[in-house]
Nanobody, 126 residues
Framework: QVRLVESGGGSVQAGGSLRLSCAAS????????MSWFRQAPGKEREGVAA???????SYADSVKGRFTASKDNAKNTLYLQMNSLKPEDTDMYYC????????????????????WGQGTLVTVPS
């Protein structure tokens, strides 16, 4: 059974940085595309960043140049480094594991999602 556990969220001033982590079990991060998405209550899910089996990345336009997705295959963990945070980045952030290896445009994995975590809250006060 795939289990994803996010951590690293919190409250940070505008312009600050946070690093989110997503520890995976029952799933090999090196073999598949993984992604980060964010979703506020009542709003649609928004892709943020994705990283494929070979380490190629894809980002939403709203976070390009500020966020960086990476993974540590030895630790079976996905990361999201978030710099120059803005109030509009405030949201619940979820990591997700895809059923295939490829990344798509706009911060999405090409294949359907197989599992996602419980989310971690990022707050950037205005």
């Amino acid at each position: 059974q795939v289990r994803l556990v996010e951590s690293g969220g919190g409250s940070v001033q505008a312009g600050g940085s946070l690093r989110l982590s997503c520890a995976a079990s029952g799933y090999t991060v090196s073999a598949y595309c993984m992604s980060w998405f964010r979703q506020a209550p009542g709003k649609e899910r928004e892709g943020v960043a994705a990283i494929d089996a070979d380490g190629r990345t894809s980002y939403a336009d709203s976070v390009k140049g500020r966020f960086t997705a990476s993974k540590d295959n030895a630790k079976n963990t996905l990361y999201l480094q978030m710099n120059s945070l803005k109030p509009e980045d405030t949201d619940m952030y979820y990591c997700a594991a895809a059923s295939g290896p490829r990344v798509d445009r706009g911060g999405y994995c090409y294949n359907a999602l197989a599992a996602w975590g419980q989310g971690t809250l990022v707050t950037v006060p205005s």
